[in-house]
């Protein structure tokens, strides 16, 4: 069904070719960084500054606590994201996420 309903929208477009396939561009080109600024105890504190005090299933440690904590932790967490942008390594315990759908309907 969904193939049969995407091959029925773009039948609907109206293409204009002028050349081989092979030079249209659709706006979008692959951007690969190579090098980054390394992170400031400052722009540690600015985002630590924006935290909200909520605090994720899956955070070992209570948003309020990472807070209070800052003065101590603030050089740890610079290190880890220095080190991941450097290295090009991003911690695998940092790549999960708990999703939430929301529904639109508050019965279902």
Known sequence: F??????????????????????????????????????????????????????????PCPSWLVLASSEVTRGWIQSIVNASLSEGVFPAALKEAVVRPLLKKPGL
């Open 2 to 59: 969904l193939y049969d309903k995407i091959a029925q929208i773009r039948e609907g477009f109206n293409f204009i070719s002028d050349g081989p396939a092979e030079e249209t561009r659709t706006g979008l080109e692959t951007v690969i960084w190579e090098e980054f600024d390394p992170v400031t105890l400052e722009d540690v504190d600015r985002l630590l500054g924006g935290l909200r005090a909520t605090t994720c299933l899956l955070d």
